[in-house]
């Protein structure tokens, strides 16, 4: 993978890489050394407690988080298909999407199945079946994605909002037993953390919850650890500084980023006169560059629905509908007809062909158009990657110091509350 390909990787959004690169790589290793140092400050003992308890939290944490969702759903998706059924059909396709201003429909399960049924192609056949099948009993279907659903983010929930906080203050608990039986005994126990006993829906919200991103349902789990951690918390105070961490933990993870990115790709198309809404994958496309430069790139004649898809189905070897399958905007198989299966946001299409008429217009006014390019590839990988320093500063930096201001305001102490010697 290039180093392009990471940077436009990490900016993305709307995926887990980003969380990736702050929750593990710098979000967490800031807060053990702050929780270490603030707790410091009343005993080197609490220090250690809290040390412990912030690598098990933080890291076993991230773990679930990032990678329980992704599990769940393959496992899902292996009994889903052994039920008979392809798991990645759209059921957002079983609404039957028309333009707004005319009656002719232009994408739904009905009318992919009628409009690629003669396909000879073996891959489109197959999908057609799957459509079929799907078709012929959404019930069903939509009861195995509703569970697909609960299960992937209800088990990851339980595990880290729950179990995992009484496992690790009942280690916790131990071994300060364990520590005080040694002043008076010779012979110490170890450590069983077992010991601790504490340890269908309509087919609209159906769509919804089935079509949400991975990134989406973290989101959904996160606020489903708040609830967790704040009902696992050892006292009322803990509770208290619990709630503030993770409330802002979730505002800084999914909502600030997002509004960083856009005022910083903002702010440089004033200063430098250089659209850079678009990915940095495709502003080094040199075919691309190559195409703007001889006037030959092709695009979709409008943003209406019907040139749209009529563009992106009779031209699915044209750089613009690769590049638009390219950032997932829509699929082909492997015969080169586009995937019935898969929804096409068109609205998210028609925003991509804007922003590359955008680039276009402007990229073919300046003077070189392969130093434009450069120039337009280089400042957005730069926005990225302050984006995720200006993010991460917040996650990893502001929020723990606030945690343990807040903590300070509403104890009279520093240390974790839950550590606290009743």
């Not at 969380?19 to 807060?31: H, M, T, W, Y």
């Not at 400050?41 to 098990?56: G, M, V």
């Not at 073919?364 to 120039?375: D, V």
């Not at 590839?377 to 984006?387: D, R």
């Amino acid at each position: 993978m290039t180093l392009t390909n990471i940077i436009s990787a990490i900016g993305n959004n709307s995926s887990i890489y980003p969380l990736i690169v702050r929750d593990c790589g710098i979000e967490a290793p800031s807060k053990i050394l702050i929780a270490r140092n603030e707790n410091k400050k009343e005993s080197k003992e609490l220090a250690n407690d809290a040390t412990r308890e912030k690598i098990i939290d933080e890291y076993a944490t991230s773990a679930i988080w990032l990678g329980g969702i992704p599990a769940v759903e393959c496992i899902a998706d292996k009994f889903i298909s052994k039920k008979g059924y392809n798991p990645n059909v759209n059921i957002k396709l079983f609404k039957e999407e028309q333009n707004k201003n005319a009656s002719n429909i232009f994408q739904g399960i009905e009318y992919n199945i009628n409009k690629f049924k003669n396909i000879q192609e073996k891959d489109v056949q197959e999908a057609i079946a799957d459509l079929v099948k799907v078709k012929n009993n959404k019930p069903l279907f939509e009861g195995l994605l509703t569970k697909k659903f609960f299960a992937a983010t209800i088990i990851p929930t339980v595990i880290m909002g729950f179990i995992l906080p009484k496992l690790n203050f009942a280690l916790t608990a131990k071994l300060r037993k364990n520590k005080s039986e040694q002043k008076s005994s010779p012979q110490p126990q170890a450590p069983n953390l077992l010991s601790n006993k504490n340890i269908n829906f309509t087919g609209n919200i159906t769509s919804t919850i089935a079509n949400l991103r991975t990134v989406d349902k973290m989101a959904i789990s996160d606020g489903g650890l708040t609830v967790g951690r704040v009902s696992t918390s050892r006292n009322k105070d803990e509770g208290y500084v619990n709630a503030f961490r993770m409330i802002g933990s979730m505002i800084l993870n999914f909502v600030t980023p997002a509004y960083i990115a856009k005022g910083l790709d903002k702010t440089s198309n004033k200063l430098f006169k250089i659209n850079v809404n678009l990915d940095p994958k495709i502003l080094s496309n040199k075919d691309f560059i190559s195409a703007i430069k001889e006037n030959k790139f092709e695009l979709p004649k409008s943003n209406s629905a019907k040139d749209l898809f009529e563009f992106i189905d009779s031209k699915p070897t044209s750089l613009f509908s690769q590049m638009a399958q390219e950032m997932k905007k829509v699929s082909y198989l492997e015969s080169g007809y586009r995937d019935p299966r898969k929804y096409v946001d068109i609205n998210d299409l028609a925003n991509f062909r804007t922003e590359v008429v955008k680039f276009i217009e402007t990229a073919k006014i300046s003077k070189n158009i392969e130093k434009f390019a450069q120039k337009a590839k280089w400042i957005k990988c730069a926005n990225i990657l302050a984006n995720v320093g200006i993010s991460s500063f917040l996650l990893a930096g502001v929020l723990p110091k606030l945690q343990y201001e807040f903590n300070k305001l509403i104890t009279g102490s520093y240390a974790d509350p839950g550590l606290r010697k009743q």
